[in-house]
């Protein structure tokens, strides 16, 4: 390979690189109904993952609904026992530039 072609192979490949490393801001907006839930997102290239902690003495559900434009929004929903941790992951089909998810938390009806 010439010095040139490798040049360029490496230049293509560092932007496919910095492609696949894009940031996205994440806003949550929380409804906990008095709930005692922690909500971390972890922002990661091309998916991203809401943790969901259940610090109250009650089984509790967790609707989410993502907003990620120009995808689609998207609904998911999450059964925590009391003490337990779970979370949903939001995977990309298009690129992000932001993410809202709102979450809305209650006490789940066995």
Known sequence: MTP?????????G???FAATAQTYDVQVNPKLNGLDI????????GVLVVKLTN???VKVRCDL?????PQLPS???????PGKTESDTLRATQTWFSVTVNV???AAKD
Request: charged share 20%; with cysteine.
């Open 14 to 16: 560092l932007v496919a």
């Open 65 to 69: 609904m993502y907003e990620a434009d």
């Open 38 to 45: 922690t909500i971390v997102p972890v922002a990661n290239s």
């Open 75 to 81: 609904r998911a929903y999450v059964f925590i026992a």
């Open 104 to 106: 809305d938390c209650r």
């Open 55 to 57: 610090k109250s003495d």
């Open 4 to 12: 040139t072609r490798l040049a360029f192979a490496l230049a293509l």
